[in-house]
């Protein structure tokens, strides 16, 4: 089993920043993509950024420019960086691993979420 955790979450004004980490534990073989994405109320679940364990990194083009997405991979560990902060970025920030937990099977796991509020 692999868990993932979320940290650094919060309530910050509108221009303001916030990192965000997700530390993956447990049953780890290697970590292919690990991701953001987050879900404001009533709207569906949508891509933040993603980024590939060769360093291949995506971004949705609401966030291009003001976040940036890393990791450290001798950690299992993903991060966040959202600057320039906007009321519509308040939303449940989700961290999602692509993982084989050995070399032949592969798992996709999701974190139980940490919530983003920016005010105006």
């Known amino acids: 089993q692999v868990q993932l955790v979320e940290s650094g979450g919060g309530l910050v004004q509108a221009g303001g920043s916030l990192r965000l980490s997700c530390a993956a534990s447990?049953?780890?073989?290697?970590?292919?993509?690990m991701g953001w994405y987050r879900q404001a109320p009533g709207k569906q679940r949508e891509l933040v950024a993603t980024i590939v364990s060769g360093g291949s990194i995506n971004y949705a083009d609401s966030v291009k420019g003001r976040f940036t997405i890393s990791r450290d991979n001798a950690k299992n560990t993903v991060y966040l960086l959202m600057n320039s902060l906007r009321p519509e970025d308040t939303a449940v920030y989700y961290c999602n691993g692509d993982v084989l937990v050995n070399p032949f099977t592969r798992q996709n796991y999701w974190g139980p979420g940490t919530q983003v509020t920016v005010s105006s």
């Open positions: 447990g049953r780890i073989f290697r970590i292919n993509t």
